[in-house]
């Protein structure tokens, strides 16, 4: 008999080992293949982003039943340690490839036919397999790449439960083999797919579990009622904000229909839904910050159904943050977290003009107490019920940007004649960091602080590019187009790609990967802050191509409409501050990349005419512009570096040479 401390260990490594191996396999290789990335971005983004979104919350659920099965074997010392060996058995570059959930009412799935054999390579957005789901039979398109190294589940297997193992999936083909006698059993799976527990049995063994508030809840909620949680729309993705419903209560949706706009760690991104039914509740307002898979809102199949899905509430573990139950605790603590500095602060927190309760999430009130905000002032809040959220405070703030000084206890405390003499106290205003802002210093930091940059520098003679411009443009105007000198500057870094083909590409730590295309990601500023879209195989493409690519694309960012797979990815970046009257400047190179050019302006200056045709001639006139080409020095030495800025140079130089 083992003993109860040695049952809790073994319970956490094996629900450990299972989430790790899920989410990395379904976010960090995501990040870590830009160029994977963007063969799935070009098929069916949204899809896949469901299925991994999906995918991540079967995981849980899954885990939650591998806890469930172990209590009841853990008598058994051989199938504990059976259970231990887990994710653990798996070499280094294998992965799980989990059971999706490929629609919201799907809880297992049976498999139809392998679409691929062992052994075959599989790109990003591969079809993988068909599975019988309780809606129709779907085919599951696979968003990551490797080679298909075991199937777990033949074809023909039943009542497999979602986030169950079915296959394993490798880096690279050598190691296929290495995982050839791996079986269900060492994953901590039953060896027969049909003999997996399905959600609807779990109840009878998790009522003495607390930490299953999911599967209790699930069987309790009403038939055609359904949950949307928060969607992955990024491979690097673990939490969003709410920016705007598109859709309202009571309203009908439709496959295909823009729900939501959701702020993500790259940019403002559409919620495109797949399924149909109509929209009850709306769990996560407006501002709301949400972690994936946590219940945004609420679906019904049928319109007579609303009354029932706007009084479902979901489990605490699923719902989105700040529910009424975890706010009363912490209303009933606020009173005494200062008690000296600001004693009536609480008191004007907790109860309005009459003396009654302000309805108020708890981040809202830390937020309120912090920036020296009486929530009385605000009202009502944009929450459900009325409840004031962290969005309602910020928005207070930005309206009345002197609100942070209102704390006149300590004010008075500190300097009471200045506070008396009237002199202005607003000295500075707080500006709430946006998720989009948050990630790009982060990851920006990141990038100076691991990656080794240095920086080369070339002057270019532009006179005979201009002239090609203007020549061009006078033919487009018939045509439907309009070149900028970004436009070439993208065609003739693509082309430069193959003198030095080193520059495109990108460090992973034991290999380096060089790219076979050319994804030039073009910097535009947004009002949101920098987003980088991607003109995907450039070096294939004609300049009036390039030109109706960017225009499009940077209108988009402009106006956050920009897809993922439009701007997640690329092998190397162009950022261009000339028109902005920068000389010249050095750029941080955007990870996973190995390069970033710096362009600066174009201006005349007077130079040694080389070919003089008279006394008179020996000086000219000419247009240069400056630009800097930072380099990652683990995969770009500087000979090589220097080797594809002077074949840039030479294509800008002569841009006829970009014709042949």
Not at 24 to 43: F, I, T
Not at 328 to 341: F, G, L, N
């Amino acid at each position: 008999m083992l003993s109860s401390q040695n049952t809790r260990s073994a319970l956490k490594l094996i629900e450990k080992a299972f989430i790790n191996k899920v989410l990395s396999s379904n976010a960090s290789l995501a990040y870590m293949s830009s160029g994977s990335m963007n063969l799935c971005a070009k098929r069916n983004y949204s899809r896949s982003s469901n299925l991994k979104r999906m995918n991540f919350i079967a995981a849980n659920q899954f885990s939650m039943k591998m806890k469930n099965q172990s209590m009841m074997m853990i008598m058994s010392n051989n199938l504990e340690q059976q259970q231990m060996r887990g994710y653990a058995s798996l070499p280094k570059g294998a992965s799980v490839i989990n059971m999706p959930a490929l629609s919201p009412t799907m809880t297992t799935g049976n498999i139809g036919k392998w679409l691929k054999n062992e052994g075959d390579k599989i790109n990003a957005g591969d079809l993988l397999v068909e599975v019988q789901t309780d809606k129709s039979t779907l085919e599951f398109e696979f968003p990551e790449e490797g080679y298909l190294a075991k199937i777990l589940t033949p074809n023909g297997s039943k009542d497999v439960a979602l986030g169950s193992p079915i296959g394993i999936l490798v880096d690279d083909a050598s190691k296929i083999s290495s995982v050839q006698n791996i079986t269900l059993a060492d994953l901590g799976a039953s060896s027969g797919a049909s003999a997996t527990s399905a959600p609807s049995k779990t109840p009878s063994t998790t009522p003495s579990t607390p930490s299953t508030p999911t599967t209790s809840t699930t069987s309790q909620k009403p038939k055609g009622v359904h949950e949307i949680t928060m969607p992955m729309l990024s491979p690097t993705m673990t939490k969003g904000r709410i920016g705007s419903w598109v859709k309202q209560v009571g309203d009908k949706v439709s496959p295909g229909d823009i729900i939501c706009t959701v702020e993500t760690d790259k940019a403002t991104v559409d919620f495109e839904f797949q399924e149909e039914g109509y929209l009850a509740k709306i769990v996560a307002p407006q501002g709301t910050e949400t972690s994936l898979g946590e219940v945004i809102a609420i679906l019904v199949d049928k319109k007579e159904d609303l009354a029932t899905g706007a009084s479902y509430t979901p489990s605490a573990a699923t719902a989105a943050p700040s529910t009424q139950q975890q706010a009363q605790p912490q209303q009933q603590q606020q009173p005494q977290s200062q008690p000296q500095v600001q004693p009536q602060q609480p008191t004007s927190i907790q109860q309005g003009a009459t003396g009654g309760r302000i309805f108020a999430s708890p981040l809202a009130k830390k937020v309120a107490a912090e920036k020296g905000v009486d929530l009385r002032e605000i009202g009502s809040g944009s929450g459900d019920s009325g409840r004031i959220i962290r969005a309602d405070v910020e928005e207070f703030l930005m309206r009345k940007p002197t609100i942070q000084e209102q704390p006149k206890v300590a004010a008075v405390v500190a300097q009471p004649q200045v506070m008396q003499a009237g002199v202005p106290t607003a000295s500075y205003v707080d500006i709430p960091v946006s998720t989009i802002r948050k990630v790009i210093a982060e990851r920006l930091t990141e990038s100076k602080r691991n990656i080794p940059h240095y920086y080369l520098t070339v002057e270019i003679e532009v006179d005979k590019l201009l002239k090609a411009r203007e020549e061009l443009n006078k033919a487009g105007e018939k045509r439907g187009f309009k070149l900028s000198v970004n436009d070439m500057l993208v065609k003739a870094a693509a082309l430069a790609m193959k003198k030095a083909p080193e520059v495109n590409s990108s460090w992973n730590d034991s290999f380096i990967r060089q790219y076979n295309n050319v994804d030039v990601s073009v910097a535009v500023q947004t009002d949101n802050g920098l987003i980088t879209p991607i003109v995907f195989s450039a070096e294939s493409k004609g300049l009036a191509q390039i030109s109706n690519e960017i225009k499009a694309l940077a209108a988009k960012a402009r106006e956050n409409k920009l897809k993922p797979q439009e701007f997640q990815g690329g092998t190397f970046t162009i950022s261009n501050l000339g028109m902005f009257g920068i000389d010249e400047f050095s750029a941080i190179i955007n990870p996973p990349q190995a390069c970033i050019l710096a362009v600066g302006k174009s201006q005349k200056k007077v130079v040694v005419n080389d070919n003089p045709t008279s006394p008179e001639d020996k000086f000219k006139v000419v247009t240069t512009m400056k630009v800097t080409l930072s380099c990652d020095h683990r995969v770009v030495d500087g000979a090589v570096g220097a080797q594809w800025l002077q074949e840039f140079k030479t294509l800008l130089e002569n841009p006829l040479y970009m014709t042949l």
